[in-house]
Nanobody, 122 residues
Framework: QVQLVESGGGLVQAGGSLRLSCAASGRTFSNYAMGWFRQAPGKEREYVARISRSGATTIYADSVKGRFTISRDNAKNTVYLQMNSLKPEDTAVYYC???????????????WGQGTQVTVSS
């Protein structure tokens, strides 16, 4: 089992920045690819970004490319999502997820956090 706990969400004005963290415990963190997803009210869960087990490869959704950066620190068992130039449409609950290889869809992940709310005001 892998337990994931997100933090760092909050209320920010459009154009501002937030940094989300996801702390993992349980099995060896570096054995898992990590992903960030988000879900706005009334919408399906949406892929945001993912990072390989070593951190060498990162892939972003078009909607966040150039504004968000995913990174990980395997020594600290933590994955991050730096979000810059935030827009009201980025408002959602953000979830981190862990899986053996990761993917652009939820099916590639075995473990999920509880989520952290991000609200961007206009």
């Amino acid at each position: 089992q892998v337990q994931l706990v997100e933090s760092g969400g909050g209320l920010v004005q459009a154009g501002g920045s937030l940094r989300l963290s996801c702390a993992a415990s349980g099995r060896t963190f570096s054995n898992y690819a990590m992903g960030w997803f988000r879900q706005a009210p009334g919408k399906e869960r949406e892929y945001v970004a993912r990072i390989s087990r070593s951190g060498a490869t990162t892939i972003y959704a078009d909607s966040v490319k150039g504004r968000f950066t995913i990174s990980r620190d395997n020594a600290k068992n933590t994955v991050y999502l730096q979000m810059n130039s935030l827009k009201p449409e980025d408002t959602a609950v953000y979830y981190c997820a862990a899986g053996p290889v990761g993917s652009a869809g939820p099916v590639g992940y075995n473990y999920w956090g509880q989520g952290t709310q991000v609200t961007v005001s206009s």
